[in-house]
């Protein structure tokens, strides 16, 4: 199930989302042309857990700066780059289905803010469930995930469009948000069970920890941002 579109116009011209997006795709052009000789230099930019618990070697602290950005950067950086096309393409149409409304409810720099927070959440979470994993992770997922989760709680009941594929037919269908997001991160969370269960949480090409990780991040952010008077327009 592939989300398109939904009904709901935004109030100001969304921006960061698009820049976003933008952002994205030229990292995925910078690793096509960078190609298989390129592999090495931007995994040094992808999210390696166990990096993270390697002292920094040489005198301190001079050699702080250098263990920050091998290990601590990628938090930031893994967030655009992926895996191929479908990879970004996916994460983006997610993006741009849902992201538009949030922004606009947040505000242009707070949704900058929110986006880049629940994506490092998402990372930190998968690094806490396979601390060791020399796997690099990679992809936008967490952050958008995030952006899931604020959209469960904002607008449950909007209606949004989906295509299914079926066989070599795509069928179209409206859904309340709700139901198709309660399904996607039940799908996550039986994912990540799954991985725990066989004693692989960083197996199978999938960060579900990042997922569960990002989506429970923007909840909690948006229950936060409400506590706090949440509801004004930011900037």
């Not at 655009?80 to 409810?105: A, C, P, T």
């Not at 399904?183 to 090409?205: C, E, F, K, M, N």
Request: net charge positive; hydrophobic share 55%.
């Amino acid at each position: 199930m592939i989300p398109i579109g939904k009904d709901r116009l935004t109030r100001s011209f969304p921006w960061v989302m698009w820049l976003l997006i933008l952002a994205n795709l030229g990292a995925f052009a910078w690793q096509v042309m960078l190609g298989a000789d390129g592999l090495e230099a931007w995994e040094r930019l992808a999210l390696v857990p166990a990096r993270l618990w390697r002292l920094p070697s040489g005198p301190w602290p001079e050699a702080i700066p250098a263990y920050l950005r091998s290990a601590w950067l990628p938090l930031l950086s893994s967030m655009f780059l992926h895996g191929g096309l479908l990879h970004v393409v996916g994460n983006l149409i997610s993006l741009r289905v849902f992201g538009d409304q949030i922004e606009d409810r947040l505000g242009h720099l707070r949704f900058l803010g929110f986006y880049l927070a629940c994506g490092v959440l998402a990372g930190l979470l998968h690094v806490a469930v396979a601390p060791l994993s020399t796997v690099p992770t990679i992809g936008a997922s967490g952050a958008i995930a995030g952006v899931l989760g604020a959209y469960l709680l904002l607008f449950p009941f909007e209606w949004v469009r989906f295509v299914v594929p079926i066989l070599v037919f795509p069928v179209m269908v409206r859904l309340p948000a709700f139901v198709y997001l309660l399904v996607w991160i039940a799908s996550q969370v039986l994912g990540g069970y799954r991985t725990l269960a066989d004693g692989q949480p960083a197996a199978g090409g999938i960060a579900f920890w990042a997922h569960i990780g990002g989506f429970v991040a923007g909840m909690a952010g948006i229950r936060r941002w409400r506590r706090a008077g949440g509801g004004r327009r930011g900037r």
